[in-house]
């Protein structure tokens, strides 16, 4: 007759109890408050739902070339501008995210794209698919 085995279990207790670090938590509060700061017309920046309203504080950079308010393009320049004002909300902002991936290229909207946030690209979208 064999013993049975007795295995003795090797508990392995990582007893880390006198580490303690205290986080940044102070830093991720001012992070958070810069961050709504940075929002211009005060609403909450929460979750990218698209703001018409505070896209125009953001559309001077888009005007030139787009030509709106109007798309009436007072600009009818050496580039061939697609008419955004009118254009699908969706479709505005998948086009902005493909140029900042690179999905997408183009020299000026790429660079723009890029430093567009979600919120941005939300509010932008907004504001021109109103935008008749
Ligand atoms: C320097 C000129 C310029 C500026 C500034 C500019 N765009 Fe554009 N945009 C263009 C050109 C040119 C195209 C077409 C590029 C292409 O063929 O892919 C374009 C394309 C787009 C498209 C895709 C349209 C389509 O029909 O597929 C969107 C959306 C767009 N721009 C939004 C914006 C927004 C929003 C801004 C401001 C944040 C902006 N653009 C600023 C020149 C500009």
Redesign the pocket.
Known sequence: MKSSKTMSPNQMRSGSASVTRRLPQIFAGVALAVSCAFAPTGFAADAPVGNAQAAKA??S??I???GIPGYRSSFPEV?S??M?AG?NDAY?QS??RAYASGE?T?P??DA?AKS?SDQDIAD?AAY?SKLK
């Open positions: 953001k559309v950079m888009c030139g070339c787009h580039y501008v697609p955004i254009q505005i086009a902005l997408r183009h000026t909207m723009i567009l932008l021109y």
